[in-house]
Nanobody, 123 residues
C-alpha cells in the first residue's frame, strides 16, 4: 500500500485542520488505518485508529473530543479532523496501514506508512 498524507499547515491555537491520506496499490478496505504524530525530540505517538469498515475508532486520551478519524473506502482515503488545536499538537502527522482485524496503537504493528504532513499550531 502506498500512502500519501496531505492537509497539514500552519494554524492558530483553537483552529482546525483536516488531514487526508490517500491509499493506492492494494485493497484499502483490507487494512485498519491509524494516524501517528512525532514532535521534534519526541517519540512517535499514536493519535487515532479506525477499523477496516470504519465501524470502530480509538483515540489517544489527549485527542478524545477534539480529533475525529474517519474513512471512505470507496475513495481509498482516511481522514483526521482536528479541532481546538493546541500548540502542543505541533508535529509531523503520519498515516499508516495495518493488516490486522483490530486497531493497533503501537507503531511496529503497522505495515505501511505515509511520508507525513507537518502541522504547526501557533499560540
Amino acid at each position: 500500500v502506498q500512502l500519501q498524507a496531505s492537509g497539514g499547515g500552519l494554524v492558530q491555537a483553537g483552529g482546525s485542520l483536516r488531514l487526508s491520506c490517500a491509499a493506492s496499490g492494494r485493497t484499502f478496505s483490507n487494512y485498519a488505518m491509524g494516524w501517528f504524530r512525532q514532535a521534534p525530540g519526541k517519540e512517535r505517538e499514536f493519535v487515532a485508529g479506525i477499523r477496516r469498515r470504519g465501524d470502530n475508532t480509538y483515540y489517544a486520551d489527549s485527542m478524545k473530543g477534539r480529533f475525529t478519524i474517519s474513512r471512505d473506502n470507496a475513495k481509498n482515503t482516511v481522514f483526521l479532523q482536528m479541532n481546538s488545536l493546541k500548540p502542543e499538537d505541533t508535529a509531523i502527522y503520519y498515516c499508516a496501514a495495518a493488516g490486522g482485524l483490530g486497531i493497533a496503537t503501537m507503531a511496529p504493528l503497522y505495515d505501511y506508512w505515509g511520508q507525513g504532513t507537518q502541522v504547526t499550531v501557533s499560540s
